[in-house]
C-alpha cells in the first residue's frame, strides 16, 4: 500500500479483507508524498448491515426465519432480519462451488466422474452420474444451479481442486477472502452436517460475487436445460432438468415492477427451505433478496413475496 501511494499512481487504497485487522473496514487517511490520501475500507462497495433494518415492514415473518434485500447500486440495506444468526445453507452452497469452479476452470474444461460420485442419502438430488462419465465444467454448472445436482458437485469439486478435501479448502479460503466470517463450508453440496454453515450476510457476499460471472447469470436464469454428455465407453447420455426455483419455473410471479433474473434454492430438514434470487426493479437497478430458514415451501415464497414487494418503484 505503501509502495503505490509513493509512486502517485492512485488518491486512493482499495483495502482487501483482512480477518483479523481493525483497520480493514474504516476509512484512514495515510501519507504519502503531496496530499494525504483516504484508503477505502474493504465495504467501500458493499450492502452494509448492522442489526436488524426495517423488520416492521414485515412484521409476520417466522421468528427463526432469517430474511433481507439488499440494493445493489445504492449500496443500501433495504430489510434484514437476523441476518447473523447461524443457518444451515443446504443447497445454497452451490452458489459458492460455482464460484470456486469459475474462479479456477474455464468452462470448456472435461469433468470425468469419481469412483465416489454416488450420493446415497435418501431424498438427495441427482443427475444420476455414473463413475468414468464426462462432461464439460459447463454443462456440470448447468446441473448444479439449475437442477442442484449433488452427485455433479462431487464431481465439479474433486475435478477442480484434485480432490474434495482441497476444494472445501478453495470454497473456505474464497469465504474469508470474500468477509463472509461466518462461514464454515465442509462439502460442496450442502448436504447436511452440523459443521458446514453460514448467515444470510455471508450468503449476500458470496451470491454478490457469483453474479459478476456472466455465465453464472445466465444459468440461473434458465427454467430448463438439456444437454448430453457421456459415459466411460463413450456412449451418450441424455438428460433434460427444471429449474428447482419457482419463478423460473413460472409457478410463482414477482410482485409488478420486479424482474426476477434467477436465483438458487436450498431445502433439507435442518435447514429449513431457503431461496436466494438476483432481481431489478423498472429501472434495471440490480437486487439480492434472500429468505433462509421458512417453515415450508409456501411460507418460503409467500414471505419472498414480501421482500421483493418492499424493492422501490419507479
Known amino acids: 500500500m505503501v509502495c ?15 480477518q483479523n485487522s481493525s483497520n480493514s473496514n474504516f476509512n484512514f487517511l495515510v501519507s504519502g508524498s503531496g496530499a494525504a490520501k483516504a484508503a477505502q475500507p474493504f465495504a467501500a462497495d458493499l450492502c452494509v448491515v448492522d442489526g436488524d433494518v426495517n423488520t416492521d415492514k414485515i412484521p409476520d415473518l417466522a421468528e427463526t426465519t432469517s430474511a433481507a434485500l439488499f440494493d445493489l447500486d445504492r449500496k443500501e440495506t433495504l430489510y434484514a432480519k437476523s441476518a447473523y444468526a447461524r443457518v444451515y445453507p443446504a ?6 462451488t460455482a464460484l470456486v469452479a469459475l474462479e479456477h476452470s474455464s468452462p470448456d474444461t472435461i469433468l470425468t466422474a469419481p469412483q465416489d460420485v454416488w450420493v446415497t442419502e435418501q431424498g438427495a438430488q441427482v443427475a444420476g452420474v455414473n463413475p468414468g462419465d464426462t462432461m ?16 455433479v458437485a ?21 469465504a474469508k477472502k470474500l468477509g463472509a466470517t461466518g462461514t464454515n463450508f465442509i462439502n460442496s ?7 458446514h454453515y453460514t448467515t444470510l450476510y455471508d450468503m449476500y457476499l458470496i451470491f454478490n460475487r457469483a453474479v459478476t460471472y456472466d455465465e453464472f447469470t445466465q444459468i440461473i436464469n434458465m427454467a430448463s436445460y438439456s444437454t ?6 463413450g456412449n451418450a447420455k441424455e438428460i433434460t432438468v427444471n ?10 410471479k414477482a410482485p409488478t415492477g420486479v424482474t426476477i433474473i434467477g436465483g438458487k434454492t436450498g431445502t433439507t430438514t435442518a435447514a429449513g427451505h431457503n431461496l436466494v434470487l438476483y432481481c431489478k426493479d423498472t429501472s434495471g437497478h440490480p437486487y439480492i433478496a434472500i429468505v433462509m430458514k421458512a417453515i415450508d415451501e409456501d411460507a418460503l415464497y409467500d414471505q419472498m413475496e414480501e421482500v421483493l414487494s418492499l424493492i422501490p418503484q419507479g
Open 4 to 18: 503505490s501511494l509513493a509512486t502517485g499512481c492512485s488518491s486512493s487504497v482499495l483495502l482487501s479483507f483482512q
Open 91 to 96: 443447497s445454497l452452497t452451490k452458489v459458492m
Open 136 to 151: 464439460t465444467l459447463d454443462q456440470a454448472l448447468h446441473l448444479l444451479l439449475i437442477y442442484s445436482a449433488n452427485d
Open 154 to 174: 462431487i464431481m465439479i469439486a474433486e475435478n477442480v481442486a484434485g480432490s474434495k478435501e482441497e476444494f472445501i479448502n478453495m470454497m473456505n479460503e474464497e
Open 189 to 195: 453440496n450442502g448436504l447436511t452436517d452440523e459443521n
Open 228 to 233: 448430453a454428455y457421456h459415459d466411460s465407453d
Open 243 to 252: 429449474s428447482t426455483n419457482y419463478y423460473q419455473q413460472g409457478l410463482k
